[in-house]
């Protein structure tokens, strides 16, 4: 029995139809505009549902992404006769993978208790793009539990300068002390 594709999978040979036709970031644009119509939970329903043809599903991506790349849409399309609509935010994320490898670029996530100001975000994205010697797109995230400071992701790594870090080293080191 055949493994059906994973997102990585699909997310790689719509990297290289958009390589080809020499249109990568506005396949980003095309994905992104598609995710954010898949996400309206009235939307996303009618397409899960089993009743309705594939042609009128279609057609309602049709309708609704004029402006998309025809082949943006085959993407749903296929996904959606596949039965495996629910891959689509992966394959999207993934396509974001191979956009930032092929640009040479990092994408960094920041986690604060508080809303960070532009210019903040601004230093942060500077001193992480020196630090790793790259272009880098940050994102911020706000989350109480961090208390204070903040956490940094870029791919698998994570730089913990939370308060919340801080008292949960401190709590290693004493029970380590103790014991």
């Known amino acids: 029995m055949a493994r059906s594709p994973t997102p990585k999978r699909y997310a790689q040979a719509v990297f290289q139809i958009a390589e080809e036709q ?23 329903l009618y397409l899960e549902m089993p009743r309705i043809s594939l042609a009128k ?52 996530v920041v986690t604060t208790a508080i809303t960070l100001e532009d210019d903040l975000q601004s230093k942060i994205r500077t001193q992480l793009s020196d630090l ?11 989350e109480p539990k ?18 919340r870090g801080k008292f949960s080293e401190l709590r290693n080191d004493l029970l380590k002390s103790l014991g």
Do not use: C
């Open 57 to 108: 599903k279609v057609r309602a991506i049709e309708e609704s992404l004029v402006n998309i790349n025809p082949l943006a849409r085959n993407v749903v399309a296929l996904l959606i006769s596949r039965d495996t609509l629910a891959l689509y935010p992966l394959i999207v994320l993934q396509y974001q993978n191979f956009v930032d490898n092929h640009y040479g670029r990092k994408r960094a």
């Open 146 to 163: 961090v208390l204070g400071g903040m956490t940094i992701r870029v791919g698998d790594k994570l730089i913990d300068g939370s308060i």
């Open 22 to 44: 020499g249109n990568i970031d506005q396949w980003v644009n095309d994905l992104e505009e598609t995710l954010a119509l898949i996400k309206n939970e009235k939307f996303r």
């Open 132 to 142: 790793l010697g790259t272009d880098v797109v940050l994102s911020t995230r706000t």
